[in-house]
């Protein structure tokens, strides 16, 4: 069975520029498909936004989940936005109309809203790169500590600049989180082959190479007590269904704009 529009704190929304005071979020939602009509679906969903998505912050990306409760699932991306862009966005002709058309009918009932902070400081993308797989770690952060946990998160980005200096991720919170959920913080990694997935064991003895040895096992003493856990999902870039290609500009680890 299939879905679409999950939710997603995605993509190095690095093209805006974020030299202002206004930071940008990430607009997602989720719709769930009946499974008799993927196919049209799939062409409604394609067509929609290859007339309607396909330049600037309005533009959109389409990624499918490859594990977990949500396989299966489509997941629809459209931003990075300043909030003051969302009463700008603009009304063109047929929108509503094409939505309802082609793309409505074939869903089931319930869907999700979500708005993600992009947070550049805490992110890295060092070079140019064509989006292919992804996968995003979700922590839920207890209840007055978000600050505490992206202090620590700062504390990993030293080591993943140290040690994975070519590795792409983006930083991202939930701006209005749901207690229940668990979705909060978003570590989203962009890797090009399975292999890299294999690379995630060296970590603790990279973290204590860069801060001192039993630095991990503080660490983890130290996150358990911001966070509840974790869940983890794998995700592939559906670009036939997009409105935008997957090439992501580097950014040289220089980066702009307020936490």
């Known amino acids: 069975m299939r879905a679409i529009f999950y939710w997603i704190l995605l993509v190095p929304f690095l093209v805006i520029s974020q030299s202002n005071s206004e930071y940008t979020v990430i607009e997602n ?3 769930t498909v009946n499974p008799k009509y993927i196919a049209e679906f799939e062409a409604g969903v394609a067509a929609h936004n290859n007339k309607y998505h396909t330049d600037g912050m309005y533009g959109s990306r389409i990624y499918q989940i490859n594990n977990g409760t949500n396989i299966g699932k489509y997941l629809w991306v459209m931003g990075p936005i300043p909030w003051s862009a969302f009463d700008e966005r603009p009304q063109l002709e047929g929108h509503e ?3 309802n058309k082609n793309i409505e009918p074939y869903t089931i009932a319930g869907g999700d809203q979500i708005y993600w902070r992009f947070y550049p400081d805490l ?11 992804v996968m995003i770690d979700m922590y839920d952060v207890k209840r007055f500590k978000k600050q505490e946990a992206l202090v620590l998160i700062n504390k990993v980005k030293k080591v993943m600049r ?4 070519e590795d792409s991720y983006g930083i991202y919170y939930n701006e209005f989180p749901n ?13 090009q082959n399975s292999s890299w997935l294999s690379k995630l064991e ?6 204590d190479a860069v801060y001192g040895k039993g630095s991990f096992d503080k660490f983890l003493i130290e996150w358990e007590e911001v966070t509840n856990g974790k869940q983890t999902e794998l995700w592939t870039f559906r670009e ?3 409105g935008i290609s997957g090439d992501i500009k580097g950014t040289s680890s220089k980066y702009q704009g307020k936490n």
């Open 29 to 31: 939602g989720m719709m």
């Open 97 to 99: 109309d094409d939505w």
């Open 123 to 133: 992110s890295n993308f060092p070079k140019d790169f064509t989006i292919k797989n």
């Open 162 to 165: 140290e040690k994975y200096p």
């Open 179 to 191: 207690e229940n959920d668990g979705r909060d913080l978003g570590f989203v990694s962009f890797y």
């Open 202 to 207: 060296g970590f603790p003895k990279n973290y």
């Open 240 to 242: 036939d269904l997009s």
